[in-house]
């Protein structure tokens, strides 16, 4: 049966790809060479981790060099992209077979259309600020060449990821990336937090590969590819049942690395990493990827609306509780982290709105990449001058000592809860109009969240760079070198004109999209004035409720007992609680036998678990006696059976 | 009467290695002691290398040479040039001195007595064991003519010069002697019982067809003349004498006994070479003899390959011992190779020799390393104390991960290929049930692959944790050729599919 | 010559083989039973080369035959050297590796 599909999906293949619609063509000229992209990165990684100690001088340089020539290679594809005619710009270009056995083909081709050349040159752009920073912020550290290392694997691995053209390509790139994620979190393994942060990033990860692995499972079963186009082209042949469940399978590999519910958990706990990292895994890439799945997959959602509308729900309650986290955290890399999910939240929200969403998820994603970017590199600013302090309660009026970061932040800061004309106020007006047009609960989930991102945002501004100073050490806190302070402003610039510029430069980014992701548009149940007046009044009252509690008051420098809902929202909302109760716990009753070095008793573990494979196992194994007797005799009885087995056979 | 010829040139490759052999037993006898060492290993690598050449130059023959006993075709010499690589590699590590005091795997004299005094002296005076060199030759002799015999009698002298040198190198570690003399015991019994039982289907098959020659005991079978229950009950015979030597259930129990007893070189060139031998063997006989009966045995394959990846990813779960672990491994990939077996067509011979040559790659990196992992008391083979090995030695234990990747079949290594091809070759056999099968048992095994690794990365290293030995040239060479290689066909597989493809054609 | 009746030996000699391996705790007793084994397949063999009418059968008893002598060097030094170490044959004390 599947061999018929195979050859049914090959033939509708060769008609002419399909990207959400436009024609895909064969690359040729400088589209050729997109594989310069991954290249570049990957080269750099190589050299400095194989390299050795021969390359720790010039090592920082090798991986920014990398970056940035990644970079400026996707600068001249995009505008070569630019003179291409508008439903013409989607090139692919096969590198080599990587498998060909049986009827299951899988090319390493990549896809460079309007929405991965948006992804390039924010991974690579903003990436290559990060690089830049990274130089200072690591300079200390005598193990700075292999931190360039891995951070120029980690974007080969998320650029392979955004421009692959078959699920199992992107998958490598998608497993790429997590390899970089945990070594980056655990980079500084001498804190135990880190190496068990970094572990609990791994098992998380796992649940969600266990969603991408069935989806592809399921595409094979169905379609007899893994390729977009063949995929894409045939879903609508598909019954809704499956397409439906690649749906939700696809969600839940999306889950697990953009931090959505309930594989939130880790995210939080991988602020361990060095900053920069916490920035680039968070603001600028990883947590992106499962969005960028599910848009890239719009040709499935389209086709199911129940795997949307989960979509649509999972952002919706992570956007709230990632928000709620927000507001309690006295962490500022946790805080931010907090805020991070929420925006993820809205981007997993208007992507699961299908054509009238997809769009306004990738521009808020864009924009998120510069604001949060912004905010990280400033909160690893603000820690390199306070001498790795992270509490804010030990903050306060730093904006004297640190003018620039201040400045540069505050950019980021009006920027994420949305004021006019700053880059978060268009991204995320995009976003609650097209919630509201859909229907009033998203609408008013996605409202709440605005309101709520201004009051923690708010309170994290006051506690850190107003009121009194509550910092301890004797000489004031310094301001960052200007190899820091570049890509702030660099970041923070775009924070101020990223969103105007995207919306309404050019045709704008909604048209841009449109070939890829379709366009649609929804009556609004209410005039635009009034709901953005809305929006406004709801980020004004979240910001005035936060100058009356944090700003007219002094910040105590001892952590109040607090509401059960603040308890509620330091404890992460129990979401470790969760995870231990439904992946954790059963997990841990299949490995108590298993790892059984988490137990004090080696082989007495082994006895006595209660799981179907570890007890069939253990009971199996007792029938290695060490007797070769015993063992002749099972000889003998599957000797019986085989010969039974070709004689049963012969039986009419 | 004519004279029957010989095809000395397409026969080159084994005429070598038969030949090496003989020299190493010369040199046992006639080369001072003190440099016996280094002329065997001498001798082996040439006779290797020598007939690896050949072989290579042989490439692309098809023809059936020695008046019809032995086969020369692509299954046979892609199989003979991947057991020459591997016996290559696993000369060097059977060579390796650095990692005992001047020592190497192997007791200086396997005649003495543990713990002797004998035994001390012998130590002390780092004697060092030679005669394993020709060993390995005659075993590696047998191997290559395993896969290429064509007629039933070659099969089976093919099977016991591979098995008999076996029985010996397993017996003869320096530590844990008892361990090892045991691991001998029982894969020579158990072994020399299965050789009987093969043996005894041989006669059936041969009492029903009246020839011993493949192609005519397929010819047998289209004319079918009756009497079928000799037949049927033969070819099952032959089937568990074959799948006996790969490790299948329920005929898999020495296996873990004997890859933790023998000493790990050893090991790791059982693993790889004789199950790569077997399965050629196994390959050429039921599809150029037996083709003609294939749904008499395929359910019955069906329901072994079943039990065979169940079983092994099962019990491999609760194994605290990294060599025993690795046994349990490999008779799950034994029932992985089983599940393509049944489809019985070319696209399934050239997915099992493309599994095989990844599958032999990777397993003996993975033994090499396990012999670099050492306390005071030879290697350390229980898990317990691999934990935290990733902090102390990052390389290795990150090279040790990829192979275990590689086994577990994930993507980007050449494990994840394998994996897929001989799935695809089954489901385009009709098999779908068991690729199933396949797939849930993966996923167990993907289970205790990662619990390996995320033992060695993610936990406290043990207090009085073993100490990672550093290694001859020739082992890290070995290990490093391994894993390239691991990594090399995860990415770009097509020349080597594309190589196995085009070997895939038995001549009749 | 009615050749079912040497076959129906065989088949017993085989069991009786096979049976000893199963039964017997002395190494040698048990090797001494697969050597049965190998002679009942022997004399399959020349039964149904006497049957066909060929020789095939008759040299593969004397290969068989060759197969054994050498199996019987290896044999009896695995057998030998576990008994010097253990100062016991018995198959069921060699039993460390287990599990």
């Known amino acids: 049966m599947t061999s018929t599909l195979s050859a049914l999906a090959t033939a509708v293949a060769t008609e002419g790809g399909h990207g959400g619609g436009q024609a895909v063509a064969e690359a040729t000229g400088v589209f050729d060479l997109t594989w310069l992209l991954i290249a570049f990165p990957l080269l750099g990684a190589a050299i400095l981790l194989l390299g050795g100690r021969r390359t720790d001088k010039v090592g920082h340089l090798i991986g920014c060099g990398a970056s940035i020539a990644s970079f400026v290679m996707g600068v001249v594809l995009f505008a070569a992209m630019l003179g291409e005619p508008s439903d013409g710009r989607a090139f692919t270009s096969q590198l080599w077979e990587y498998v060909n056995a049986g009827g299951y083909t899988v090319d390493v081709s990549l896809l460079l259309d309007q929405l991965s050349i948006s992804f390039v040159l924010l991974i690579t752009g903003v990436g290559s600020l990060i690089h830049v920073y990274s130089i200072g912020y690591m300079e200390h550290d005598e193990r700075r060449r292999r931190f360039f290392g891995y951070l120029n694997l980690f974007v080969a691995a998320m650029l392979l990821l955004v421009l692959a053209a078959d699920y199992l390509v992107l998958f490598i790139g998608w497993e790429g990336v997590g390899l970089a994620s945990y070594l980056l979190i655990g980079f500084w393994q ?46 609508e042949g598909a019954s809704t049942g499956w397409v439906t469940a690649i749906g939700l399978f696809l969600l839940l590999g999306a889950c697990g690395k953009s931090a959505q ?46 795997a949307r509308t989960a979509v649509v729900i999972v952002g919706a309650i992570t956007l709230l509780m990632g928000a709620i986290i927000g507001c309690a955290k006295d962490d500022i890399k946790k805080a931010l982290a907090g805020s991070t999910m929420s925006q993820i939240g809205y981007m997993t929200l208007a992507a699961g709105l299908g054509p009238a969403g997809y769009a306004f998820a990738i521009f808020h994603l864009l924009t998120h990449g510069f604001f949060k970017a912004n905010m990280f590199l400033g909160a690893g600013s603000v820690m390199h001058g306070m001498h790795d302090e992270v509490n804010m309660r030990r903050y306060g009026g730093l904006r004297i000592a640190m003018p620039v970061t201040f400045i540069t932040f505050a950019m980021g800061y009006l920027a994420i809860i949305g004021i006019p004309p700053f880059a978060g106020y268009f991204s995320k007006d995009k976003i609650i109009e097209a919630a509201f047009a859909d229907n009033w609960i998203t609408g008013l989930a996605t409202l709440l969240g605005a309101g709520i991102t201004a009051f923690y945002m708010t309170r994290l501004m006051l506690m ?19 190899v820091m302070t570049a890509p702030l402003w660099a970041l923070a610039f775009l924070s101020v004109v990223g969103g105007f510029a995207l919306l309404y430069f050019g045709a704008g980014i909604v048209d841009w999209l449109a070939p890829v992701t379709g366009e649609e548009h929804h009556e609004l149940p209410m005039p635009l004035w009034l709901l953005i007046t809305i929006t406004l009044a709801t980020v004004v009252a979240g910001v005035a409720v936060a100058w009356l509690m944090y700003g007219r008051r002094a910040v105590r420098e001892d952590v109040p007992a607090g509401s059960p809902l603040t308890v509620a929202a330091r404890n992460d909302l129990y979401g470790d609680a969760f995870n231990e109760a439904v992946f954790m716990r059963p997990g841990q009753y299949l490995t108590r036998s298993l790892v059984y070095f988490e137990n004090r008793g080696v082989d007495g573990a082994v006895v006595g678990t209660a799981t179907a494979f570890g007890g069939l196992s253990s009971r199996l194994r007792r029938l290695q006696t060490g007797f070769v007797r015993s063992y002749a005799v099972t000889m003998l009885g599957g000797v019986g059976v085989v010969v039974l087995a070709m004689l049963v056979v012969r039986l009419p | 009467m004519n004279a029957p010829t010989i095809e000395y040139a397409e026969l080159a490759p084994l005429i070598t290695i038969f030949g090496a052999a003989v020299i190493g037993v010369l040199i046992e006898a006639f080369v001072p002691r003190k440099v016996r060492h280094p002329v065997q290993v001498a001798v082996a690598l040439l006779a290797l290398v020598a007939a690896l050449v050949q072989v290579i130059l042989l490439a692309g023959t098809g023809m059936v040479a020695a008046v019809g006993a032995v086969a020369v075709d692509g299954p046979a010499l892609f199989l003979q040039g991947t057991i020459l690589v591997l016996a290559i590699i696993s000369v060097a590590f059977f060579a390796e001195r650095r990692l005992e005091a001047g020592g190497d795997a192997f007791a200086p004299a396997a005649s003495t007595l543990p713990g002797s005094e004998e035994e001390r002296i012998l130590v002390r005076e780092r004697m060092l064991q030679t005669e394993v060199y020709p060993l390995a030759l005659f075993a590696v002799g047998g191997m290559l003519l395993f896969p290429a015999a064509n007629d039933l009698l070659m099969l089976f002298i093919a099977l016991e010069v591979m098995s008999l040198p076996l029985y010996l190198l397993c017996g003869m570690a320096r530590r844990r002697r008892l361990l090892s003399q045991e691991a001998a015991l029982k894969y020579f019994l158990l072994g020399a019982f299965s050789s009987a039982i093969f043996l005894f289907g041989m006669a059936f098959v041969y009492g029903y067809a009246g020839t011993l020659r493949f192609g005519e005991i397929s010819e047998a079978l289209t004319a079918n003349i009756g009497q079928d229950g000799i037949l049927l009950a033969g070819v099952g015979l032959m089937a568990v004498g074959l799948l006996f030597k790969v490790g299948a259930v329920p005929f898999h129990s020495w296996t873990p006994d004997v890859y933790q007893g023998a000493p790990t070189p050893v090991t790791g060139f059982m693993a790889a070479c004789t199950k790569l031998a077997a399965f050629g063997a196994m390959v050429r006989l039921f599809y150029v003899a037996f083709g003609g009966m294939r749904t008499d045995w395929q359910p019955m394959l069906w329901a072994v390959a079943i039990a065979t990846m169940l079983v092994g990813a099962v019990v491999a779960l609760t194994q605290t011992d990294i060599k025993r672990m690795l046994a349990y491994s490999s008779i799950a990939h034994a029932g992985f190779v089983l599940t393509a077996m049944v489809a019985a067509d070319q696209t399934a011979t050239a997915a099992i020799l493309f599994y095989l040559a990844t599958y032999g790659i990777a397993t003996l990196g993975a033994f090499a390393v396990v012999t670099l992992v050492r306390d005071s008391g030879g290697e350390a083979t229980h898990l317990a104390k ?37 799935f695809t070759a089954a489901i385009d056999g009709g098999a779908a049930p068991l690729v199933v099968v396949g797939v849930i048992a993966s996923a167990i095994a993907a289970f205790f692959y990662v619990r390996v690794i995320v033992l060695m990365f993610f936990s406290d290293p043990a207090p009085e944790g073993p100490t990672v030995a550093v290694p001859s040239l020739w082992t890290a060479v070995g290990i490093t050729l391994g894993a390239a290689a691991t990594l090399l066909l995860g990415i770009v597989p097509g020349p080597l599919l594309d190589l196995a493809q085009q070997a895939s054609l038995f001549v009749r | 010559m009615n050749p079912t009746n040497y076959l129906v030996l065989s088949v017993i000699l085989f069991s009786i083989g096979a049976a000893g391996v199963l039964v017997r705790r002395n190494a040698l007793v048990a090797f001494m039973s697969v050597e049965l084994m190998l002679n009942a397949a022997n004399l399959a063999f020349v039964t149904f080369a006497r049957m066909h009418g060929n020789l095939d059968g008759q040299i593969v008893a004397f290969f068989v035959m060759v197969v054994a002598a050498a199996e019987v060097v290896v044999g009896l030094a695995i057998i030998v050297t576990i008994f010097r170490t253990r100062r016991s044959a018995s198959v069921d004390d060699a039993s460390l590796l287990k599990l």
């Open chain 1, 190 to 235: 001498h804190k135990n937090s880190a190496a068990v942060a970094a572990k609990k990033a791994f098992v998380v990860n796992r649940v969600g590969d266990m969603g991408m692995v069935l989806a592809m499972s399921s595409m094979v079963l169905v379609f007899g590819s893994t390729a977009f186009d063949v995929v894409f082209a045939s879903a």
């Open chain 1, 261 to 306: 519910f309930p594989l939130q958990s880790w995210l939080l706990d991988a602020m361990e990493g060095p900053t920069p990292v916490s920035a680039l895994i968070h603001a600028a890439t990883m947590v992106t990827a499962g969005v960028y799945l599910i848009v890239r997959s719009a040709a499935i959602y389209d086709l199911a609306p129940d």
């Open chain 1, 464 to 482: 850190t760079f107003f009121g009194n100073r509550r910092w301890k050490q004797s000489e004031p806190p310094h301001e960052s070198p200007s």
């Open chain 2, 386 to 422: 691999w934990a935290g090995l990733g902090r102390r030695s990052p390389v290795l234990a990150a090279t040790f991960a990829l192979f275990l990747l590689a086994f577990a079949g994930i993507p980007l290594t050449s494990g994840f290929v394998g994996k897929l091809s001989v």
